[in-house]
């Protein structure tokens, strides 16, 4: 059973679209999540962490939790052509300290 | 801005040859880990180590791999009989840490740029 999951994509946006990108975990006892962005051939990157259900805004990003659903989500306003990359979704469990990442979801803005 | 450094960028060995790759994490910083992400796939954990002790492995880290803290600034990965499925790209990251009981949920991890290592 996959531990984190992500639609690969791609995932194609019109620039200044909001871009949606949406990930599941199977571990209840997930505490902590991560939203790292990775150009290709480059390292991860990140963008968001959330830790309480509810909202979480930054800029053009917003991160949602749901943990009754076990549903994180990032949300990419404005979305510019520098937004293209693959964005990865990492989940702590409670007592580890390893990141689980998901496979990535390529996204891509089109001018 | 500090950054996790890694070097080198780019390691070429043949099968059967030890290779050590290295890291100097972010200078506060307490917590080390490797990954590895083989093209195409998910980045995935190795190793985390903390008060010069390993704190957690994954069963990828087996007894080819080994890490070492030699001094205040460095923190090594070292292979010691290369397989070519070895080859990905290998991240060192590293995190403050907030202390024992704090809320160490919210400890971040800041990758370096990676070490691209192929196997021959």
């Known amino acids: 059973q996959k531990e984190v999951e992500q639609n690969s994509g791609p995932l194609s946006v019109p620039e200044g679209a909001i871009a949606s990108l949406n990930c599941t975990y199977s571990?209840?006892?997930?505490?902590?999540f991560f939203w790292y962005r990775q150009y290709s051939g480059k390292s991860p990157e990140l963008i968001m962490s959330?830790?309480?259900?509810g909202d979480k805004e930054d800029g053009r990003f917003t991160a949602q939790l749901n943990k009754a659903s076990q549903y994180v989500s990032l949300l990419i306003r404005d979305s510019q052509p520098s937004d293209s990359a693959t964005y990865l979704c990492a989940v702590r469990n409670f007592g580890n300290e390893k990141l689980t990442f998901g496979t990535g979801t390529r996204l891509t803005i089109i001018p | 801005e500090p950054e996790v450094t890694q070097t080198p960028s780019h390691q070429v060995t043949q099968m059967g040859q030890e290779v050590i790759l290295r890291c100097v994490p972010i200078?506060?910083?307490?917590?080390f880990y490797w990954y590895r992400q083989i093209l195409g796939q998910k980045v995935e954990f190795l190793v985390s180590f903390y008060n010069n002790e390993i704190s957690e492995k994954s069963e990828i880290f087996d007894d080819q791999f080994s890490v070492e803290r030699p001094d205040g600034s460095n923190f090594t990965l070292k292979i010691r009989s290369t397989k070519l499925e070895d080859s990905a790209m290998y991240f060192c990251a590293s995190s403050p840490r907030v202390g024992r009981g704090g809320p160490l949920a919210k400890n971040i991890q800041y990758f370096g740029a990676g070490t691209r290592l192929s196997v021959l």
């Open positions: 959330i830790y309480s259900n």
């Open positions: 200078s506060n910083h307490l917590y």
């Open positions: 571990d209840r006892g997930s505490q902590s």
